[in-house]
């Protein structure tokens, strides 16, 4: 089976954490904006419609298309453990975190091209070494823009971000895990999406 991903994106990162965390073996590819596109729909030989990272094609040639996809796969395949048996309550979170990224996407790239030109050097693919950044920030500006007007940009609405924050905190508590009974999706799900009002430490990345 192999990964598409995009290494910048939350949806990605939950997708390679989950696989990395239950020990699946798999290939994985770094989906390429805006020139992968092409390859991407070649692949799941779809020639409309959007095409999203992270997707993962299964040995039986089974696409999963999204990070919940994936993550439900996962969890059948581990009988249940990733989920905990709390499903529904990993589904309502996987809901809640999926709007507040969708409302905090386009202000987080709009600020990687207006106020962050490093970002913009940190998101061109792997590929190009280090030295290549700086002269090759333009074209990451292009990736990010292309990002932009691909996704619909959606109100930001005060009063849904901060019931949504709260939500978050009560889900979290004092508890070391959100589920009680331990590690699992649901802390993979606010994990990422609490990167959206401020990123991991330097210290942590690999």
């Known amino acids: 089976m192999k990964l598409f991903h995009l290494p910048t994106s ?8 989950a696989l990395y965390w239950n020990a699946i073996p798999h290939q994985s590819t ?4 805006m020139i992968g596109e092409v390859s991407l729909r070649a692949a799941r030989r779809r020639l409309r419609n959007k095409i999203t990272a992270p997707s993962m094609v299964l040995d039986d040639g089974t696409w999963l298309t999204d990070s919940w996809q994936i993550a439900c796969w996962i969890d059948n395949e581990v009988r249940g453990h990733f989920f905990r048996g709390a499903t529904a309550e990993v589904s309502r979170l996987n809901t809640k975190t999926e709007s507040f990224l969708q409302i905090f996407r386009p202000v987080v790239l709009e600020r990687m091209v207006n ?7 940190e998101n061109l693919p792997r590929m190009f070494s280090k030295a290549l950044h700086r002269p090759l920030r333009t ?7 292309f990002l932009i007007q691909k996704y619909e940009r959606p109100a930001i ?13 009560q889900s979290i508590g004092e508890k070391p895990t959100v589920l009680e009974t331990g590690f699992s999706y649901a802390d993979i799900l606010i994990a990422t999406a609490l990167q959206m009002v401020k990123p991991v430490s330097r210290k942590y990345w690999s």
């Open 10 to 17: 939350p949806w990605s990162e939950r997708a390679r954490w």
């Open 30 to 33: 770094e989906h390429l904006v």
């Open 115 to 121: 106020d962050y030109p490093l970002a913009l050097e």
């Open 139 to 145: 074209v990451g500006g292009m990736g990010v823009k």
């Open 157 to 169: 609405d005060q009063a849904e971000v901060s019931a949504l924050l709260e939500s978050f905190r």
